[in-house]
């Protein structure tokens, strides 16, 4: 392949096979070039360092999610309703990839551990769109008053244990639906206008 031929997709592409194949442990630029049939100097064309060539796969793995939360914050229904079913998609997103996807998950859990740019973005893009439910509750006088990007960060802090990839354990060992069922109850009391 040329190298003029090689996108920064394709080299994406490449890098998330070779991820599932060998584990994030394991994982090296030379072997996604192998997997692409160039040398390891090509890779590095498109990407300064594994750690950046990591970011970008996971980076474009964890955006895969964001438009059906975009969805569901972007409706025109019941705030509380809203942020139910946003919590519950993330939740479940994230439960069906630790299950079927289980090397990217490892290696978004390592990414995850280090704070690194690429979950920190995520994080935020996730916490804005809870925040505009949140706000749109508040304009309805669904909740009550308060600084939406506030209220939100508290919900994302809330709710850590049943999304973020260090609690993935737990997700075995406990039932996380009745987990989530007993925290909504006492998000809803909290979030609610009096």
């Not at 994030?24 to 390891?40: I, N, Y």
């Not at 964001?66 to 946003?86: H, K």
């Not at 990839?165 to 006492?186: G, Q, S, V, Y």
């Amino acid at each position: 392949m040329a190298a003029e031929t090689l996108t920064r997709d394709r080299v994406l592409d490449a890098a998330e096979d070779t991820l599932r194949r060998f584990g994030p442990g394991k994982t090296t630029v030379v072997d996604v070039a192998r997997a692409l049939g160039v040398s390891h100097g090509t890779v590095y064309r498109h990407f300064a360092s594994k750690a950046d060539l990591l970011d970008a796969v996971l980076g474009r793995w964890l955006s895969r999610m964001n438009p059906p939360l975009a969805a569901i914050a972007a409706e025109d229904g019941p705030a509380a309703e809203r942020l139910r079913r946003f919590l519950l998609t993330l939740m479940g997103f994230k439960h069906e990839k630790a299950r079927t996807d289980p090397d990217l998950f490892a290696a978004y859990g390592l990414v995850s551990a280090d704070a690194r740019a690429v979950t920190v973005e995520h994080v935020e893009e996730l916490n804005a769109l809870v925040a505009r439910i949140v706000a749109d509750g508040m304009e309805r006088g669904e909740f009550a008053p308060g600084d939406p990007a506030q209220v939100a960060r508290a919900v994302w802090a809330a709710t850590t244990r049943l999304h973020h990839p260090a609690h993935a354990a737990d997700w075995l060992t406990e039932p996380p639906e009745a987990t989530f069922e007993a925290l909504w109850k006492l998000l809803l009391n909290g979030l609610s206008a009096r």
